[in-house]
């Protein structure tokens, strides 16, 4: 019998089959998506071609059919959430959102379906989880109860960051790859001392050390807001990423192509497929592709007993039914994809598997307490007084503001941690530079920049005055992102649509989602900072809000009416919790279900709590700890 079977080969399931893998331990990876190529040509190309430059363009499943219309979620065999679906037209429309949404606004975050998983078009930031993200109750039991009056069920995690994750976090850090300096990143007691990461840091870019001087001399308050007065200063530092800043793992440094989204077009960026390899090469591991698991089987014991799958051909035609049977098993979906698994595995428990149904008052945890770091965007130009800050070169971040990360203010509303972008508004226009260009090609005023010609129409320019006016506007375009922690609210929640079915005949996920006022404040916190830091700089604030964003809201905050919006970070958390008991959660600190004592649960649905801290290198420090354990049960 095989040893463990691994739903899903992201970066959760890369990391734990390569370590099983070392041990000698026989897996079996079922992985919903295409078989992973010998190289990036195919991903390249498809991107190239792609009249949509979004982050899943260059990965299957295509996003339009033959007729050029967007693919109906309904004919995909391994369906996924894309950045085209979540338009003001897109979100609610079941023939184009694979996720039914239902809630009172969009769940904005998009993943994938592949060999690699999301982890494919990730950023690679790779920041560790502050110690207190792992005990937000220690702002008081009274805080708590507040908060869970509100709606929102706070919750510690078991496991605390000295004692039992540190160590992990170097051993992810080795296994990815990340560069940074310990001395940099040691401003919120991370207890680095003489650890060193395994590269130096990425250099800073010159938006990010105009930003650093903007910052000079400057009460954080006076950017910040009253809340944060006790902080002493804020300052510009690398971000962690897992990015080579030397050759390291048999890959070479980044070239600065500045296209992190959605692939690094020479590897420099970590990716699972390279663990992926690694796992295939000790001869223990081998993956089914084109294997999307249906339900997970119990034996009379109660544990699991075996995994159901459909799989499909190239054509996206169903083929074959068929189950595989473990000792352990290991689902290492995402926060969606996970509890959805879990809850069409309802044939032996009504509620479905790990999802607790023995008392009458007991409503079950899977699906529940969604989360996201909902993601403030601000744009705008620098003074064309100064010298330009050249973007669209290097990684497309390498520093930000990380003091905001935690405080005392997270007694009222959430923390938040400032991205700078180097990709100018390639992101936030949708295609930059070539929107701008467009714009003073054909007198167009798409970007909001062409609005000065002499008969106050948008200018048409060509030649040298094209060339001209280009250079000035681009050379001076920056982008600031806010990632805002969000509460664990069980209102927030994947359940299965009992109306809509996918191209293999499974029913597809329906979310519902909403914002709490604690997070709300974070985000117009995040808004008055970005108002601030465009003032600190000179510059011109170009962010714009559409009337008809499915996103927006207004909020009083600080004395000030506050409208904003959020985007989805694509970091999918909490579905299915980590906790102390089946009284609290889905899983334990070593992410075995409760119910089910050979039945793994890996990834960021095991968060109790979101933090601000992109979630992967917490879910690679997590998945190598789960591995040990299930090595020494083995």
């Known amino acids: 019998m095989t040893d463990v079977v691994i739903v899903g080969a992201g970066v959760a399931g890369a990391l734990i089959a390569h370590k099983l893998g070392k041990a000698g331990k026989q897996v079996v990876i079922l992985e919903a998506g295409a078989a992973i190529p010998p190289n990036i040509n195919a991903y390249m190309e498809r991107f190239y071609k792609?009249?949509?430059?979004?982050?899943?363009?260059?990965?299957?499943?295509?996003?339009?059919?033959?007729?050029?219309?967007?693919?109906?979620?309904?004919?995909?065999?391994?369906?996924?959430?894309?950045?085209?679906?979540?338009?003001?037209?897109?979100?609610?429309?079941?023939?184009?959102?694979?996720?039914?949404q239902k809630g009172k606004r969009p769940f904005a975050s998009t993943y994938e379906r592949i060999g690699g998983g999301t982890s494919m078009h990730w950023l690679g930031t790779s920041l560790r989880l502050l110690p207190s993200d792992f005990k937000m109750e220690a702002l008081g039991s009274d805080w708590v109860e507040m908060q869970r009056g509100l709606g929102s069920d706070w919750m510690d995690w078991p496991i605390a960051y000295d004692d039992d994750l540190k160590k992990h976090y170097a051993d992810a850090e080795a296994q990815l790859g990340v560069s940074a300096d310990a001395a940099e990143q040691d401003y919120l007691?991370?207890?680095?001392?003489?650890?060193?990461?395994?590269?130096?840091?990425?250099?800073?870019?010159?938006?990010?050390?105009?930003?650093?001087?903007?910052?000079?001399?400057?009460?954080?308050?006076?950017?910040?807001?009253?809340?944060?007065?006790?902080?002493?200063?804020?300052?510009?530092?690398?971000?962690?990423?897992?990015?080579?800043?030397r050759p390291y793992q048999?890959?070479?440094?980044?070239?600065?192509n500045t296209n992190c989204i959605p692939i690094c077009p020479i590897q420099a960026k970590y990716d699972p497929t390279i663990t992926l390899n690694d796992a295939l090469s000790t001869g223990n591991v081998t993956i089914m592709y084109q294997t999307v698991a249906s339900e997970v089987r119990l034996g009379e014991n109660g544990n699991a007993n075996e995994i159901k799958y459909k799989q499909y051909g190239a054509d996206g035609r169903p083929t074959t039914d068929g189950s595989i049977a473990a000792k352990i098993f290991v689902l290492a979906g995402n926060a969606i994809e996970t509890p959805r698994l879990l809850l069409m595995s309802n044939k032996q428990i009504d509620k479905g598997v790990a999802n607790d149904n023995r008392k009458s008052d007991h409503k079950g945890f899977v699906g529940k307490y969604l989360m996201d770091h909902p993601y403030y965007v601000a744009w705008g130009l620098t003074d064309p007084a100064k010298d330009p800050v050249f973007p669209y070169r290097g990684p497309l971040s390498t520093g930000g503001i990380e003091d905001l990360r935690d405080g005392p203010f997270r007694k009222d509303r959430a923390a938040y941690r400032v991205e700078i972008g180097n990709e100018g508004w390639n992101f936030v226009i949708g295609g930059d530079p070539n929107?701008?260009?467009?714009?003073?090609?054909?007198?167009?005023?798409?970007?909001?920049?062409?609005?000065?010609?002499?008969?106050?129409?948008?200018?048409?320019?060509?030649?040298?005055?094209?060339?001209?006016?280009?250079?000035?506007?681009?050379?001076?375009?920056?982008?600031?992102?806010?990632?805002?922690?969000?509460?664990?609210?069980?209102?927030?929640?994947?359940?299965l649509s009992t109306e809509f079915k996918d191209g293999l005949g499974l029913w597809r996920p329906e979310i519902k989602y909403d914002l709490s006022t604690y997070t709300r404040k974070g985000l117009a916190a995040a808004k008055q900072m970005a108002?601030?830091?465009?003032?600190?700089?000179?510059?011109?604030?170009?962010?714009?809000?559409?009337?008809?964003?499915?996103?927006?809201?207004?909020?009083?905050?600080?004395?000030?009416?506050?409208?904003?919006?959020?985007?989805?970070?694509?970091?999918?958390?909490?579905?299915?919790?980590?906790?102390?008991?089946?009284?609290?959660?889905?899983?334990?600190?070593?992410?075995?279900?409760?119910?089910?004592?050979?039945?793994?649960?890996?990834?960021?649905?095991?968060?109790?709590t979101a933090g601000t801290a992109n979630p992967t290198l917490t879910i690679a420090a997590l998945c190598l700890r789960t591995a040990e354990k299930i090595i020494a049960r083995l």
């Not at 954080?220 to 944060?228: H, M, N, R, W």
């Not at 048999?250 to 600065?256: I, S, Y």
């Not at 600080?558 to 909490?574: C, D, E, I």
């Open 50 to 100: 792609s009249d949509a430059k979004v982050p899943e363009s260059p990965y299957t499943p295509e996003l339009f059919d033959k007729t050029g219309k967007m693919a109906d979620p309904k004919d995909v065999p391994a369906g996924r959430q894309n950045a085209l679906m979540l338009s003001a037209e897109n979100w609610q429309e079941p023939a184009v959102s694979y996720a039914i």
């Open 189 to 245: 007691k991370l207890g680095l001392g003489s650890y060193e990461y395994p590269m130096p840091g990425i250099p800073l870019s010159l938006l990010d050390q105009t930003v650093a001087a903007s910052l000079k001399g400057k009460k954080p308050e006076s950017l910040a807001g009253p809340d944060v007065a006790p902080l002493a200063e804020l300052v510009v530092r690398s971000t962690p990423a897992a990015r080579n800043s």
């Open 250 to 256: 048999g890959r070479r440094a980044c070239a600065g």
């Open 435 to 495: 929107i701008t260009a467009l714009d003073f090609v054909n007198g167009a005023n798409v970007t909001g920049v062409n609005k000065g010609g002499a008969n106050g129409l948008p200018e048409t320019l060509v030649g040298k005055d094209l060339a001209t006016k280009l250079n000035a506007m681009i050379s001076r375009q920056i982008r600031f992102g806010f990632l805002i922690e969000q509460t664990p609210d069980a209102s927030n929640a994947v359940t």
């Open 531 to 608: 108002d601030a830091l465009f003032d600190a700089m000179g510059a011109t604030q170009l962010t714009a809000i559409a009337e008809n964003d499915p996103t927006a809201f207004t909020i009083d905050f600080n004395g000030k009416s506050t409208r904003v919006n959020y985007l989805g970070a694509g970091h999918m958390m909490g579905t299915y919790r980590m906790g102390t008991s089946e009284d609290n959660s889905v899983v334990d600190a070593d992410q075995c279900a409760h119910m089910h004592r050979n039945l793994y649960l890996v990834g960021s649905g095991t968060f109790p």
